[in-house]
């Protein structure tokens, strides 16, 4: 599978290589437009701001290639910030408008948490989900964030973490799945979720 990393210049993207490659994925990390268009697997990494980001992507000329790929049913895994720019705006600093993929907003976590949220946290499951498999209900993963999704869809939700209040964790539609926390620093399970990822795209390919 032609696996491309979108390198824009907000992601720790080695841990997410190394990650991705350790559960079988061939990897390229790419800031060219033919590249992100040519992907058969779309991953979306990223750490910091979130209008940076906006604008870092559009200089580059890279969102409309990563709305096609996700508009075609293609996979697409978004991590952190990568979750987060799929949504229609955010807050971080002003507004700031997203790819608009999933319907909702962007916004500060809840008042009364120390923020950033960092560390270990647990995530509980809204639905049953492929992406799930040999992961259970309170198992722990990584967090560094200080901003949440919330989608106007229900359904898009596949898990919530309790840090103040339930927040979205991960998000699922159809082949593209995106989650808050960091499955490269997030140990077996992480890497459990990786392959989960890895089989579902397998199968979208076919």
């Not at 990650?19 to 979306?44: P, T, W």
């Not at 910030?81 to 229609?88: I, N, P, R, S």
Request: proline letters at 3%; one cysteine or more.
């Amino acid at each position: 599978m032609r696996t491309v990393v979108v390198d824009y210049g907000m992601g720790n993207l080695g841990s997410v290589s190394k990650a991705l490659q350790s559960v079988g994925f061939e990897v390229i990390v790419s800031n060219k437009r033919e590249d992100i268009s040519g992907a058969e697997v779309l991953v979306l990494p990223g750490v910091g701001a979130f209008g940076d980001a906006m604008r870092n992507l559009r200089e580059l000329g890279l969102v409309e290639p990563i709305r096609k790929h996700i508009e075609k049913g293609k996979p697409f895994l978004g991590i952190c910030l990568g979750l987060q720019l799929l949504f229609e705006r955010s807050y971080e600093h002003g507004v700031h408008e997203g790819l608009g993929i999933l319907r909702g907003e962007v916004r500060l976590l809840p008042l009364g948490v120390r923020i950033p949220h960092i560390g270990w946290n647990q995530v509980w499951f809204k639905k049953r989900s492929e992406f799930l498999s040999d992961i259970s209900e309170g198992d722990f993963f990584y967090f560094v964030h200080s901003y949440r999704v919330v989608p106007k869809e229900e359904e898009v939700i596949l898990t919530t973490t309790d840090y103040g209040e339930d927040f979205v964790s991960s998000v699922e539609v159809g082949n593209l799945l995106a989650v808050q926390f960091h499955p490269e620093k997030s140990q077996k399970k992480g890497l459990q979720l990786l392959k989960n990822f890895k089989k579902r795209a397998q199968s979208a390919l076919l």
